[in-house]
């Protein structure tokens, strides 16, 4: 099995995704500030990184 290849237009889409839900996460913590709401904003912030991270490393 050939390993998946990922385009810097995938990519990107990718972190217009996550980035919107970051947005829904954000919103749902600040309406209810609970413990699963805050993990869910670190989750989906570490998510954005990640896909800048490798965003970034594409450009390489």
């Known amino acids: ?3 998946s290849i990922t385009t810097t237009d995938e ?3 990718e972190i217009s995704v ?3 839900a970051l947005g829904g996460a ?5 309406r209810c500030p609970t413990g699963d ?3 869910r904003v ?3 912030e570490a998510e954005v ?3 800048l991270d ?5 450009r390489s």
Do not use: T
Not at 26 to 30: F, G
Not at 54 to 58: E, G, S, T
């Open 18 to 20: 996550a980035y919107i």
């Open 1 to 3: 099995m050939s390993p």
């Open 54 to 58: 490798a965003r970034l490393a594409a």
């Open 37 to 39: 709401n805050a993990r």
């Open 42 to 44: 670190v989750g989906a």
């Open 11 to 13: 990519l990107d889409l």
């Open 49 to 51: 990184d990640r896909l």
């Open 26 to 30: 954000r919103a749902v913590w600040e």
